[in-house]
């Protein structure tokens, strides 16, 4: 299996652009879809990436998702960061069982 | 409007059992699946398992396979997870999600139910 390593925390000020990575330890980041979910405090996780890079409806287009099969990872990344987006991120594959696999999540700080 | 509703907070001692439920609403309950992830205070969450409530198909996380069980009544479009013997380290926040597919992301989250197992 694969595990599935984010930073445990990324910081910035309001206004600016952020980048949260997901490397992907053994297999290729392409070979399944990746998705984002952010969580606020004391609140249910809600999905702001889904298959890579799409958005649900209702998510601002300041959040975009990639993939980069070179460094074998995928990256969430919120521009003009509102005090709102302050919450822990999660990226998520699944295996060659379709299990679901979770990054340790990652804490951003909007200060 | 699509709505998973959980079961409210449980305390149980060690040893106890409990099943804890998770209503979908709102859309056809057999055509998609519902995921348990766990999240143990201040921790990350973990996939525990799924099922298609349609056909009873199951699949565990190796991490939970045996540990717990997951099943669903389509009659009352409800999911559920049980423990027959609970322990002081189950003790932890729940989440019920529903899927359109597998592989497919979440597109829904309950509200969650927090189990605490102390005695």
């Known amino acids: 299996n694969f595990m599935l390593t984010q930073p445990h925390s990324v910081s910035e000020s309001p206004g600016k652009t952020v980048t949260i990575s997901c490397t992907r330890s053994?297999?290729?980041?392409?070979?399944?879809?990746v998705q984002w979910y952010q969580q606020r405090p004391g609140s249910s996780p809600t999905t702001v990436i889904y298959?890579?890079?799409?958005?649900p409806s209702g998510v601002p287009d300041r959040f975009s998702g990639s993939i980069d099969s070179s460094s074998n990872s995928a990256s969430l990344t919120i521009s003009g960061l509102k005090t709102e987006d302050e919450a822990d991120y999660y990226c998520?594959?699944?295996?060659?069982?379709?299990?679901?696999?979770f990054g340790g999540g990652t804490k951003l700080t909007v200060l | 409007e699509v709505q998973l509703v959980q079961s409210g907070a449980e305390v149980k001692k060690p040893g106890e059992s409990l099943k804890i439920s998770c209503k979908g609403s709102?859309?056809?309950?057999?055509?998609?699946?519902i995921g348990w992830v766990r999240q143990m205070p201040g921790k990350g969450l973990e996939w525990m398992g799924i099922?298609?409530?349609?056909?009873?198909?199951?699949r565990y996380s190796p991490s939970f396979q045996g540990q717990v069980t997951i099943s669903a009544d389509k009659s009352i479009s409800t999911a559920y997870l049980q423990w027959s013997s609970l322990k002081a380290s189950d003790t932890a926040m729940y989440y019920c999600?529903?899927?359109?597919?597998?592989?497919?992301?979440?597109?829904?989250w309950g509200q969650g139910t927090l189990v605490t197992v102390s005695s």
């Open positions: 999600a529903r899927a359109p597919g597998v592989p497919a992301a979440v597109d829904y």
């Open positions: 709102g859309y056809s309950f057999t055509s998609y699946w």
């Open positions: 099922i298609y409530p349609g056909d009873s198909d199951t």
């Open positions: 053994s297999g290729s980041i392409a070979s399944n879809y």
């Open positions: 298959e890579d890079n799409q958005r």
């Open positions: 998520q594959s699944y295996d060659s069982s379709i299990h679901w696999v």
